[in-house]
Nanobody, 125 residues
C-alpha cells in the first residue's frame, strides 16, 4: 500500500505561482512513476505531468508545458509540481498518483493505482 498526501493548493491570481507537494508513505517510493492530474468541475480527470522513478524523464500535457515543472526527491519520498504563470483555466482539484508502470507506459489515469485526496487550486482574475 502507498499513501499519498498533497498540499500547497490555494487561491491565487492569474500570473502567480504555486508549488504543490505530495508526500508518500508505504512501500518503496522509488519503484513508482509519479504523476499529477487535475479535475475541474464537470470535466474528466486530466493528465498534467509525470516523472520516472529516478527523476530523469518527465512528460507534460501541452496545456502546461513551459509553465509547470515536476520533480521528485526520492530521499524525502516527495514529488513536487511547480506551477508558474497560472491561468484561470488551471483552476481544478490537483491529484498526485503513483503507478507501477514505467514512465513511458504510465500515460492514462487508469495506469495509476494509488491516489491522494486532492488539493484545490483556484486562479482568479
Amino acid at each position: 500500500q502507498v499513501q499519498l498526501v498533497e498540499s500547497g493548493g490555494g487561491l491565487v491570481q492569474a500570473g502567480d505561482s504555486l508549488r504543490l507537494s505530495c508526500v508518500t508513505s508505504g512501500r518503496d517510493f522509488t519503484s513508482y512513476t509519479m504523476g499529477w492530474f487535475r479535475q475541474a468541475p464537470g470535466q474528466e480527470r486530466e493528465f498534467i505531468a509525470r516523472i520516472g522513478r529516478n527523476g530523469m524523464f518527465t512528460y507534460y500535457a501541452d496545456s502546461v508545458k513551459g509553465r509547470f515543472t515536476i520533480s521528485r526527491d526520492n530521499a524525502k519520498n516527495t514529488v513536487l509540481l511547480q506551477m508558474n504563470s497560472l491561468k484561470l483555466e488551471d483552476t481544478a482539484v490537483y491529484y498526485c498518483a503513483a503507478s507501477s508502470d514505467g514512465v513511458a507506459l504510465a500515460v492514462a489515469a487508469t495506469k495509476y493505482y494509488y491516489w491522494g485526496q486532492g488539493t484545490q487550486v483556484t486562479v482568479s482574475s
